[in-house]
């Protein structure tokens, strides 16, 4: 037995049209996982779809998470590709701004994509008739809510809100055999960090990459971290924070 091997379990991926959650298909589906695919845009599932091995069973949900009740759409996925033994809430955004444009709405359409709809999922198929009798969620938190950095109040706060939040349902969720932890990175060479390195500039840019001793990481440095998380191989860790960041938090 290959105690890292995702065989016979099926992962709810958010956020897995790009990126890190896209990483997260392909390397889950390598290690011989089911998948379900959940994003906004069905041409980039079924992309990312396309990526991964014949040999696993996939499905799509196409739906933004902050404004469907998934609760029908993960059942009849349950029903076809098998009861979920894994998730990974890799849906995000992330903003750097100055303190002064923090407007509440963005407070909240941060934390409602960032924070609530995982920890809504999570309540989702922690429902005995959706899940494995042996479950691990992974939440994708960042760097940023264990260190500060320039313009990322509400960011950071939202992150800082998954880490913490996975510390308490951890405990909660034992009983049930559901393991609970998450993963924070430093900068990943995805869309997102495109998008932040043009809003801050080519300066601000190097600044940050030269404070990470490995140079920044890449999606696959991520979706490793979840399939070890997501394994047999980690059956006693739950509650963590598992920092993948390249050395930028020392
Ligand atoms: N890239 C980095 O440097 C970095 C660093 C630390 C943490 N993270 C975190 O990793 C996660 C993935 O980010 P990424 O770098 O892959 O960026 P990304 O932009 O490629 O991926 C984010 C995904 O979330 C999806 N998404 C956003 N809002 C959604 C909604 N309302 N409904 C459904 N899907 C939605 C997007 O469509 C996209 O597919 C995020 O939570 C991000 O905060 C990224």
């Known amino acids: 037995m290959n105690a890292f091997s995702l065989k016979n379990k099926t992962v709810l991926i958010t956020g897995a049209s790009s990126g890190i959650g896209k990483s997260c298909a392909v390397e889950c589906g390598k290690h011989g996982a089911n998948l379900i695919l ?12 396309s990526q991964i091995s014949k040999e696993v069973k996939t499905g799509i949900i196409v739906a933004d998470i902050t404004q469907e009740n998934l609760e029908n759409s993960i059942a009849e996925k349950v029903e076809s590709v098998g009861k979920i033994s894994g998730f990974i809430h890799c849906a995000g955004i992330e903003k750097t701004l100055p303190f002064k444009k923090h407007s509440a709405e963005i407070f909240q359409e941060i934390f409602d994509i960032n924070v609530i709809s ?9 429902q005995k008739k959706y899940r494995d009798d ?37 405990p909660e969720l034992a009983r049930n055999n559901i393991r609970v932890n998450s993963i924070s990175p430093a900068m990943i060479n995805t ?25 920044i990481g890449t999606a696959e440095d991520v979706a490793n971290a979840c399939v070890f998380l997501l394994s047999d191989a980690a059956k006693w860790i739950t509650g963590s924070n598992l920092v993948v960041d390249g050395g930028y938090s020392i």
């Open 38 to 49: 959940l994003g906004r845009n069905k041409e980039r599932l079924e992309e990312t779809q």
């Open 118 to 126: 995982g920890f809504e999922i999570a309540k989702i198929i922690s």
């Open 134 to 170: 042996v479950a691990s969620f992974v939440f994708i938190a960042s760097v940023a809510g264990i260190v500060g950095e320039i313009g990322k109040t509400a960011y950071s706060a939202s992150k800082g809100a998954v880490i913490s939040g996975v510390r308490s349902l951890a």
């Open 191 to 215: 869309p997102i960090l495109e998008k932040m390195f043009e809003n801050i500039g080519e300066e601000a840019a190097s600044e940050i990459i030269k404070k990470h001793p490995l140079g």
